[in-house]
């Protein structure tokens, strides 16, 4: 006799779960939304009267805690926009306009509540009903938790676009997804990175509405079959797969009090239920609760690494996961309003793809449209190919996504049948445009030959999109040139460029309320929701009254900055001192190096005596290493480590001060980008795609120390010159550079920095742990750094030199400042989406 438990190992043993995807009936389910009682209800309450609710009939008792009182406001002020959420929603669902899914496996959204307040005019009375509460705005929305569902630009990229998306009564929905861990949080620990889980549901999150009647099904394993009709029509059945529930959770995106109240739509991974079932049956109950885990885990938690990739199965699943439930519930969408005649959907929706990460929607949409709605190949093709766009971030090869083909026909084996279909069918256009020339099919097939195949996803989303944009002038001009070039010979009309750009809602008006306001008082307010109305601030560079003003906001912002740093590192910041700032993610590419290698030799300047024309400084660097990043954290602790050389020494303080900022995340920038003086950009040139970080600094009236690398080409024609710290090779002269590099000759030759690596090497700042800078110290005397920080140093130096000196002069510094500002209008995501909404969504 065979027990329970035995049969079940056996059945597990012998053929993987049998869980076929059921052929979903397609009906037309037109979505109607009840006119009565939800019409003729009482309208919703004042936001006071809501947050007083919420607190007596939420909360349940008396001895709230602040995340609990938090959670009371938020609450109130989603009630505010739901309303005008669910007007916005009826309004799409007749698709008066294109519908446009952006699909991005990062929203680095940051925290909500100001934004929302300050979008549906509300920060007042929010101000007003809180004093009745004992406490401030400013501290319930310190409570609030960064939703930390990105790595960095990209991400934020994201963020921002949606803003502006609604702000410009765009129909666009963000698709994304939930992870239960965003962001890591990071520690300093001994001068060390250390990660800890980011658990920001921890308290809840009041702004997600759990969607139940939307979840979806997203299948996985199993295998393909397929068989001829009585019609002599091929099939194609993905059976025998793993299912798991797609669930949405829709956060609102209100516009700037334009009454649209967007989506983002986050998807969590949730078990089957039926799968369960199965196991509880059969009497395992832990079986059944590891497989509920293992469904689960698809969205437990972001992957840390920004600009590289590192193959991992379960991030595949994650792209799959969002694609395949994103799809769906856009065609449940258009069926309920079209029907299953398909003909006009590329006309009312467009889908941009966020880099090649959710890439695989490609050959899932044909999937759908093949397999589940039976369109021919030529039909689906069509339909898809006229309906992508793809927008790419990166030169760098090691952030390009190439997936393992066995890997994925294991994971996903449909989808690998249709990638290989697409690569077919395209490869005969390369042979076509290119007759007899065998390398082009190579070089250009998606799918690359070696010891494994694997999938090259940026040529899969070329292939399929009807738009290729790149980030910044520079950028897009290197993709034709370099990486796809060949893509580019065969499909000029594809390529366009899309210079990115910030939110002046969170990265002005809110973030910096006091030159809003000046600002507002001098120009009117219309410049929130058109930026470019900043140029009128250069009339009031010689208006003496103004220019103070503009110098004591400054003040005031560096006073708060150096209450942030002292909380946060324990170093006191001066704010007569200039403040340097460099905060990003930490990656060689961006040459946090080369400005520690700058406060070293101002450090050694200082211990030689030689401080004639020296300005006193705050030197501030904040940024997150990739986990599995050792250069990168190592330039952590090199920072950690001469900032407490510098620190500690009395004769050094009044002239240089250095701390690294912990956990740079969203609400930190809110707080940097104001009070900083100098924002240090300083990429390798050709590296940095666009660069945003650059932009919220400049908007704030900081000026920028920059290479011509990314947006800072743009935003040094803006603002001229005059106004920019320019140094270092252009990106056409680190190519050349490259061929015959001698960094230990470049360094004999620069007194400079010939003692700034006889510091290093001397180990003045790792006195009790030897050694832990010696790959820091080779990675810059190597012929092969690709990121030439010995090359640019002594430019870097004197430009360094320049910024001094001009601050010294501080009437022309604020004039300077204020030009930054006004140049700024151009790098409103605003400006930006505009652009994608002409040129690339409404274009067909
Ligand atoms: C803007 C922003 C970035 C991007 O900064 P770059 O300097 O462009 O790399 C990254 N992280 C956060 C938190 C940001 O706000």
Not at 415 to 437: D, T
Not at 675 to 690: C, M, P, R, V, Y
Request: hydrophobic share 40%.
């Amino acid at each position: 006799m065979t027990t329970a438990k035995e049969s079940a190992n056996e059945k597990k043993a012998s053929t993987p779960r049998k869980k076929p995807v059921k052929k979903t009936k397609v009906k037309a389910d037109p979505i109607v939304e009840p006119a009565v009682p939800a019409d003729t209800c009482e309208p919703c309450d004042t936001l006071g009267a809501s947050l007083a609710r919420h607190i007596r009939y939420g909360l349940c008792r008396d001895d709230h805690d602040p995340e609990e009182l938090f959670t009371a406001v938020g609450k109130s002020v989603k009630e505010q926009m739901l309303d005008d959420w669910r007007q916005t929603r009826i309004k799409d669902n007749q698709y008066q306009q294109k519908q446009v899914a952006y699909l991005s496996l990062e929203f680095l959204m940051g925290r909500a509540l100001g934004n929302a307040l300050l979008s549906l005019n509300l920060t007042d009375e929010a101000k007003a009903v809180l004093t009745d509460y004992a406490t401030t705005l400013e501290d319930i929305e310190q409570v609030e938790h960064d939703a930390g569902l990105g790595n960095g630009g990209l991400g934020r990229l994201a963020a921002c676009f949606l803003d502006s998306c609604a702000s410009l009564d765009l129909s666009v929905t963000g698709y994304g997804i939930r992870y239960q861990y965003g962001m890591f949080m990071q520690k300093i620990v001994d001068g060390y990175q250390i990660e800890q889980p980011d658990r920001w549901l921890r308290h809840g999150n009041p702004w997600e509405v759990r969607i139940a009647h939307k979840i979806v099904t997203v299948p996985f394993f199993g295998h393909t079959e397929n068989y001829v009709d009585k019609h002599g029509r091929r099939h194609h059945v993905w059976t025998d797969t793993q299912n798991v529930l797609a669930v949405p959770y829709d956060v609102p995106i209100p516009g700037f009090n334009n009454g649209r109240i967007n989506t983002l739509r986050l998807w969590k991974a949730e078990a089957n239920d039926e799968f369960d079932l199965a196991e509880f049956n059969e009497g395992d109950y832990a079986e059944a609760v590891a497989t509920k885990n293992l469904a689960e885990q698809i969205t437990m938690v972001l992957y840390p690494n920004d600009a590289s990739v590192n193959g991992k199965e379960l991030r595949l699943r994650q792209q799959y996961f969002l694609s395949s439930a994103s799809l769906q519930d856009l065609l449940a969408r258009y069926v309920a309003h079209y029907g299953k005649d398909f003909s006009q959907f590329s006309q009312h929706n467009v889908l941009q793809l966020n880099d090649t990460h959710p890439s695989i929607a490609v050959p899932e949409l044909m999937r759908l449209l093949l397999d589940q709605y039976e369109l021919t190949w030529d039909e689906a093709w069509a339909i898809t190919s006229e309906s992508m766009a793809y927008t790419n971030h990166t030169l760098l090869p090691e952030a390009l996504e190439r997936w393992s083909v066995p890997m994925m026909k294991y994971m996903l084996p449909r989808i690998v049948e249709i990638i290989f279909e697409i690569n077919s069918r395209y490869l005969e256009q390369v042979a076509h445009h290119w007759p007899g020339n065998i390398e082009k099919l190579t070089s250009m097939s998606i799918i690359e030959e070696g010891p494994e195949q694997h999938i090259r996803m940026a040529y899969l989303a070329i292939v399929a999109s009807f738009s290729v944009n790149g980030v910044a002038g520079l950028h897009t001009q290197l993709l034709k040139d370099g990486l796809f070039s060949d893509f580019y010979q065969l499909w000029p009309e594809k390529f366009n460029n899309k210079t990115n750009g910030v939110t002046p809602r969170r990265w002005l008006a809110y973030c910096n309320p006091k030159l809003a306001g000046l600002i507002t008082r001098r120009l009117g307010k219309e410049w929130i929701t058109d930026l470019s109305r900043l140029a009128a601030l250069n009339a009031f560079t010689s208006d003496k009254a103004f220019v103070k003003e503009w110098a004591e906001i400054k003040l005031a912002n560096k006073q708060a900055l150096s209450e942030f740093v002292e909380q946060e590192c324990g170093v006191k910041f001066d704010p007569s001192m200039m403040f340097d700032v460099q905060v990003k993610r930490i990656h060689e590419y961006k040459r946090q190096l080369l400005n520690i290698l700058h406060v070293i030799h101002l450090y050694r300047r200082i211990l030689n005596g030689d401080t004639e024309g020296m300005v006193p400084r705050c030197v501030l660097i904040g940024g997150k290493a990739a986990p599995g990043y050792a250069m990168a954290k190592q330039i952590i602790k090199l920072a950690n480590s001469v900032a407490h050389m510098v620190n500690s020494d009395p004769l050094v303080t009044p002239y240089l001060r250095m701390a690294f900022l912990p956990n740079y995340n969203v609400s930190a920038m809110e707080k940097i980008c104001p009070g900083t003086d100098l924002s240090e950009q300083i990429s390798t040139a050709g590296k940095e795609a666009s660069g945003t970080g650059n932009m919220k600094f400049m908007m704030n009236g900081a000026l920028t120390i920059g290479t011509l690398d990314g947006a800072n080409i743009e935003m040094l024609e803006e603002v001229g010159h005059e106004n920019f710290f320019l140094f270092g090779l252009d990106a056409a002269q680190v190519a050349q550079a490259k061929v015959n590099y001698q960094p230990q000759h470049i360094i004999a030759q620069s007194e400079a920095l010939s003692g700034v690596m006889s510091m290093l090497k001397s180990g003045h700042f790792n006195l009790v742990e030897p050694g832990i800078f010696d790959h820091i110290i080779a990675s810059i005397i190597d012929p092969y750094d690709q990121w030439m920080t010995a090359a640019d140093f002594e430019s870097y130096r004197i430009a360094q030199e320049k910024v001094a000196q001009t601050y010294l002069d501080q009437d022309t510094w604020q004039q300077i400042s204020i030009r930054n500002s006004a140049a700024s209008g151009r790098f409103s995501s605003d400006n930006t989406i505009a652009g994608y909404r002409d040129d690339i969504w409404m274009k067909k």
